[in-house]
């Protein structure tokens, strides 16, 4: 106290000059204002002289402004500096946005880490646009990015499209994901519901043409899918119902879509679902699915007279920073219908607002032991919950 100049040593790179003013002017104020552009920078001085009330009004500022430009970084400063509600809501900012906006932002896509992309990719929260294949193909995208920085940009299909290419002209037989230089991108594709992934011949010729991974991770999820359409053609398996929200999660199918308007829009999830065709139809403010089961299909259908699936919906209206300003969910639930029935899932709340993200979680097979660590498994045992009714 007696000393006329005090000497701190500061080695965190984030807190700059204008920081500690306000941070130590903070000290003889009753408020302080701060502008989104230096609150990390704020945070980080705050931290160090464990300010806990400007800590939080950083808090609530990170919170309000997460948008394109700063979920990584609050996500990144979150980390560092023990912020938990900050880092839950970048996690679930980016849930949301990943796959519908992130994926067209290539210099921001390109500073998601490993660890980060895998919990993201193992969510069953994540809105995943159109199927799992779309995951995966964002994820070649990722890497390529970082295996190709000459690419100067362009639009996404044109970015989706050369990282294809990439990896269908490589000249090394081995799997990329098993090479030295692809082994450390490996995580998020583990996390990716591989049994999903199987599902169009389309999409199993790709996996094969671009040699990304390895066919012994992808043998056992065919199998699996294999085995899953004998039971429901031998009548065992009716359908997923009363699983636990663990089981159901864990080995559900994601989709979803971006619904613009109230004009009626119809459409299916390309891929074999095991037996049903499932034609969804959002009319007006109602959202549907029918079980088609038209004699002139060209598709194989399942003839038993009744089937049981789980579901989840979740919609979603942003608002200009690509926050969730109202949302509605169905939770998970079970259903049974017959052929050609067309059931009701959903009616659209009215303070949702146009354009809205469609987020499904759907299970329409009964989950069987996971095969992922036998590629050549002995037969499973009859799942507990498939219904014969």
Known sequence: ATEDF?????????????????VLGSLYLDEVTLEPADVVSVLAAASLFQLDGLIDQCTEIMIETINTETVLTYYESSCEYGLQNVKEACFKWLLVNLLCHICDCPKKLV?????????????PDLF???????????????????????????SIQEALIASQL?????????????????SKYAPPFRALRLRHL???????????????????????????NWNLMLRIDQGID?????????EFSADCLRCG?????????????????FGLDLVWTCDGRVLKVKRNQRSDSEVMLSMQQRRHFMFRITLASLDEQRQIKQTQSTGTKSMSFFKNEEVVLLVLDSELTFPILVSVNLLTTCPIASLQDSPCPHA???CPHASIN
């Open 6 to 22: 005090v000497r701190i040593e500061i080695v965190d790179p984030k807190i700059n000059l204008d920081a500690m003013y306000i």
């Open 238 to 246: 009716r359908g997923a119902k009363e699983l636990t929200f663990e």
């Open 128 to 154: 995943v646009m159109q199927t799992e294949f779309s995951v995966y193909a964002l994820l070649r995208y990722w890497v390529y990015l970082h295996v190709a920085p000459q690419w100067e940009g362009g």
């Open 198 to 224: 199987v599902d169009h011949h389309t999409d199993v010729q790709l996996l094969h043409s671009e040699h990304v991974l390895p066919p012994s991770w992808l043998h056992p999820a065919i199998y699996n």
């Open 257 to 273: 879509r971006v619904i613009h308007n109230e004009t009626e829009h119809v459409w299916r999830w390309t891929g074999f679902n």
């Open 111 to 123: 500073q998601i880490g490993v660890d980060l992309m895998t919990q993201l990719v193992k969510s």
């Open 166 to 182: 990439y990896f269908q002209e490589r000249d090394d037989d081995t799997p990329f994901l098993l090479t030295k230089e692809g």
């Open 380 to 382: 499973p045992a009859p």
